[in-house]
């Protein structure tokens, strides 16, 4: 069984990376499926593999961050943010950064988000944004950043103590690290955009990009 979850992984991720047309019926009735089994599996490099394909195969767009509702849907209703959630607590750093990427994927459909911010997913994706581990702190980075879009979460993004992460984040990783700057300045813009979340009680500020590029 073992070796079958394995094969089952590696496929999928494949599957879902070369982004075939006209796979619809599948990833809504098969592989959505199978992908949430893996993420309970014992064997840490299948859990990691099933949340990559997961975290692939909701996004249609890439360049323009569009997720398939449907797709996305389908995991929330499957229990399957529950079991990112679950994985984002894990030890292993890979396995963390793949369920972080994949909550963050997910949490650009607003319903998905909503779930997300219910089961205590801020404060996971606040934790792991400390994190020294680059691709971990990158996939937190971006899921604070789609929680951030709207008004409906940051209060809860500044409750959990993610404002001053995200400003660590943008000063630590200058250069070497744009996908984290961007995430995590993007994050902070949002946040800046409500009058509300002046970054109160926090000793943190926006970044100055003439700091950074020193």
Do not use: Y
Not at 49 to 54: C, D, H, R, S
Not at 61 to 76: G, I, L, P, Q, S
Not at 79 to 102: H, P
Request: charged residues 25%; aromatic residues 4%; glycine residues 10%.
């Amino acid at each position: 069984m073992e070796w079958v979850e394995w094969v089952l992984s590696h496929a999928l991720l494949t599957i879902a990376e070369s982004n075939v047309p006209g796979l619809d019926n599948f990833w809504l009735k098969q592989g959505t499926e199978v992908m949430l089994r893996l993420l309970k599996s014992k064997q840490e490099d299948v859990q990691e593999k099933g949340a990559t394909a997961l975290a692939t195969s909701v996004v249609i767009d890439d360049e323009n961050a569009t997720v398939d509702k449907a797709r996305a849907e389908a995991v929330m209703k499957g229990g399957g943010i529950a079991s990112l959630l679950d994985l984002a607590k894990s030890c292993r750093e890979g396995v963390q950064a793949e369920a972080a990427k994949a909550i963050a994927n997910l949490s650009i459909n607003t319903e998905v988000a909503k779930t997300v911010a219910t089961e205590g997913g801020i404060k996971i994706l606040a934790a792991l944004a400390k994190s020294p581990n680059r691709w971990v702190a990158e996939g937190a980075a971006g899921g604070l950043w789609n929680l951030s879009v709207g008004e409906d979460h940051k209060g809860a993004i500044s409750e959990a103590g993610a404002i001053a992460a995200l400003v660590e984040l943008a000063f630590k990783w200058p250069s070497g690290g744009e996908g984290v700057l961007e995430r995590a300045v993007g994050a902070l813009a949002n946040l800046a955009a409500d009058d509300k979340q002046r970054f109160e009680g926090q000793r943190g500020h926006l970044p100055n990009f003439e700091d950074l590029d020193r």
